[in-house]
């Protein structure tokens, strides 16, 4: 059966800098982005926990430095993959906030309609996403895949699973932490194979320095984390 996991980068530099980053506004990670990546690389090396068949990355620079950093877990080449970038922000990429008031007027938030000319709504975003994670899938049915991407992107595998969620601008939003784990996987139920949502948002990497164990024996079996506690 197959399983995905998603795993967003490292705190960006546009995460905490006033610009709007685009893969032209992309600067890579900060110093504890970095770290963040660091913590989860630590975390995968030691637990096993994921056992990827394949291993792919965003193209944008915070997410290919976050995949370079944590590759050591895994042993498998990195693949580059522009299908699951984050949201098209248009020509308006590169601009600092104060840039793009002065010439678009005063951002409202509204996903219905792009952020500047030539990028994406949030429909033509989760369109784009959710042919990306089917294509991904049928060609490897029944593998287990990381891929290294950004928040909304995992946001958007939620309409993709339940496609009774809207598509359109949610009226929520969800954390999605830095170098978080969101884990889907298949299951066979009542005859028919079923994706269930496994975890979402584990980022306990993060929270402590923790010493970690296998649940169980088994060499290069798919674990769940163990932390034993703080160190």
């Known amino acids: 059966m197959?399983?995905?996991y998603l795993i967003r980068h490292g705190q960006a530099v546009v995460n905490v800098e006033p610009i709007i980053g685009g893969i032209k506004g992309d600067r890579g990670l900060t110093a504890l982005g970095v770290q963040q990546a660091e913590s989860l690389r630590d975390r995968l090396m030691a637990t096993r926990e994921i056992v990827p068949d394949l291993f792919i990355c965003s193209t944008m620079p915070r997410a290919m430095q976050t995949a370079e950093?944590?590759?050591p877990a895994f042993a498998k080449p990195l693949l580059y993959d522009e299908g699951f970038c984050e949201f098209n922000v248009?020509?308006?990429d590169g601009l600092s906030w104060k840039e793009y008031n002065a010439r678009y007027g005063?951002?409202?938030f509204d996903l219905r309609k792009p952020l500047s000319?030539?990028?994406?709504?949030w429909q033509t975003f989760c369109q784009r996403t959710h042919f990306n994670f089917e294509r991904v899938l049928n060609a490897n049915p029944e593998a287990t895949i990381v891929i290294v991407c950004h928040g909304w992107v995992i946001e958007s595998s939620l309409s993709y699973f339940w496609p009774h969620t809207r598509s359109e601008q949610p009226n929520v939003d969800l954390e999605v932490t830095n170098t978080s784990l969101t884990h889907w996987y298949q299951h066979q139920r009542g005859g028919q194979v079923r994706w269930f949502l496994g975890g979402y948002n584990d980022a306990v990497h993060l929270h402590a320095a923790v010493r970690w164990q296998l649940e169980g024996d088994l060499e290069g079996e798919d674990h769940p984390a163990a932390p034993l506690g703080e160190l």
Request: aromatic share 6%; hydrophobic share 40%.
């Open 106 to 108: 005063k951002f409202d």
């Open 90 to 92: 248009g020509e308006a």
């Open 69 to 71: 950093i944590i590759a």
């Open 117 to 121: 000319p030539g990028g994406e709504t």
């Open 2 to 4: 197959a399983k995905l």
